[in-house]
């Protein structure tokens, strides 16, 4: 089972910030948090991941909890190319075993950015 | 562009039949894994590959086995094809500490 918990669905104004919050009370100390999205009918694409600190790149930043049970997904400005399903994934980074290409993904959060 | 490519893109199968679907995993990738994502549903792993032998596997059947070659491109194989089996299957690719995994655009199977 999914060990995130994420609202189903969202709405944004195209330009505006968007903040996909994810819920992961249970996560452990050598467990990361992962961001992907999804368009439709598209394979997952990987936004963002981390530990503990706050993180920024070109698509987005990551915001994390100081307890870690929770974090926010940060699109600065919102395009219309941004509607999609975005995945909150936690998971062990540099596992060096099985599994290493696993990922669990729940049900996702449906974000839709509107004119 | 992820660099992860799968083939074909779209494919129609019956019931009973056998299917082969096939990735090229992204420069450096030496390790690659699978996907099934059922309509309105999340992606599920199925099992990964390491140096051309299967480490890792989710709740599948037997039915569903795989390759990996030596130039890290893998297939996936699906015997005894079901109607469930219809799904989206993804490919991904990462090194094997998983620092990031990226997938491909999938292959679209229908059983018909």
């Known amino acids: 089972d999914a060990k995130t918990t994420q609202p189903p669905s969202m709405d944004c104004a195209e330009g505006r910030a968007a903040n996909l919050p994810c819920n992961h009370s249970?996560?452990?100390?050598?467990?990361?948090v992962y961001w992907y999205r999804q368009i439709h009918s598209q394979g997952p694409q990987y936004i963002i991941h981390?530990?503990?600190n706050n993180e920024t790149n070109e698509m987005a930043s990551l915001i994390i909890t100081e307890d870690r049970k929770s974090s926010t997904l940060i699109l600065p400005h919102a395009t219309l190319r941004d509607t999609a399903v975005y995945y909150c994934?936690?998971?062990?980074?540099?596992?060096?075993?099985?599994?290493?290409?696993?990922?669990?993904f729940g049900q996702g959060t449906t974000l839709q950015v509107k004119p | 562009e992820t660099g992860v490519t799968q083939s074909p893109t779209h494919l129609i199968k019956t019931r009973g039949q056998q299917v082969t679907l096939r990735c090229s995993s992204q420069?450096?990738?030496?390790?690659v894994s699978w996907y099934q994502q059922a309509l309105g549903q999340g992606p599920q792993f199925i099992f990964q590959?390491?140096?051309?032998?299967?480490?890792g596997r989710g709740n599948f059947p037997p039915r569903f086995s795989g390759l990996q070659f030596p130039n890290y491109s893998s297939e996936l194989n699906v015997n005894a094809l079901e109607l469930d089996d219809s799904a989206l299957y993804l490919c991904?690719?990462?090194?094997?500490?998983?620092?990031?995994?990226?997938f491909g655009e999938g292959s679209w199977l229908t059983v018909v």
């Open positions: 991904a690719s990462s090194d094997l500490g998983g620092n990031t995994i990226y």
């Open positions: 249970t996560i452990s100390g050598n467990e990361y």
């Open positions: 981390g530990l503990k």
């Open positions: 994934i936690v998971r062990v980074f540099r596992q060096w075993a099985s599994n290493t290409g696993k990922l669990i």
């Open positions: 420069s450096g990738h030496n390790t």
């Open positions: 590959y390491y140096r051309e032998e299967e480490n």
